[in-house]
T-cell receptor, first 109, second 114 residues
């Protein structure tokens, strides 16, 4: 069964304190690993798509990386406005989509 | 990025009534639209996938007669929750994609059935 597991469930950082969020997956035939940001009461906002192990993508303070079993979302020198829930999902065989439960990030000034 | 507009953002309805939620792609033609529901502190659960002009494909356990999906044009899909009950209260989110884009999400609709 395809699964996506995110850790930690919650993370509290001081402003400027860099860290990483993890998304591990088991899927037959990965066809994309996606990261989103979701603010309370809003729909997810697309951040990155990664397709193959070794691939990296960056956007401002965020960098996503992918291995054969997991993906990391690295946050460098976060700011309070980075506070949100970060979701990952994959698209596997037969276009099956599985979301992780998310990591709720709180950045304290 | 592409814009997907979902309406309404919040709705309260009485038990037994039906509610329609609209999902529009504003600046691209959405050949495929997806409907999700999200319970508090849980991940998004895919309910159904619809391709323009075709019947929706429902995920296992989702009642197609209760959650009616119409995708009659390349820019609009609707989800109608029929005979709503309190257990249908949830956060419903649509997403849309074209063959050349990734899926972009709407703002979500908070449905409360009283």
């Amino acid at each position: 069964e395809d699964q996506v597991t995110q850790s930690p469930e919650a993370l509290r950082l001081q402003e400027g304190e860099s860290s990483s969020l993890n998304c591990s997956y088991t899927v037959s035939g990965l066809r994309g690993l996606f990261w989103y940001r979701q603010d309370p009461g809003k729909g997810p906002e697309f951040l990155f798509t990664l397709y193959s192990a070794g691939e990296e993508k960056e956007k401002e303070r965020l960098k996503a990386t992918l291995t054969k079993k997991e993906s990391f979302l690295h946050i460098t020198a976060p700011k309070p406005e980075d506070s949100a829930t970060y979701l990952c999902r994959h698209r596997g065989g037969y276009q099956k989509v599985t979301f992780g439960i998310g990591t709720k990030l709180q950045v304290i000034p | 990025g592409a814009v997907v507009s979902q309406h309404p953002s919040r709705v309260i309805c009485k038990s037994g009534t039906s509610v329609k939620i609209e999902c529009r792609s504003l600046d691209f033609q959405a050949t495929t639209m997806f409907w999700y529901r999200q319970f508090p502190k849980q991940s998004l659960m895919l309910m159904a996938t619809s391709n323009e002009g075709s019947k929706a494909t429902y995920e296992q356990g989702v009642e197609k007669d209760k959650f009616l999906i119409n995708h009659a044009s390349l820019t609009l899909s609707t989800l109608t929750v029929t005979s709503a009950h309190p257990e249908d209260s949830s956060f419903y989110i649509c997403s849309a994609r074209s063959p050349n884009t990734e899926a972009f999400f709407g703002q979500g609709t908070r449905l409360t059935v009283v």
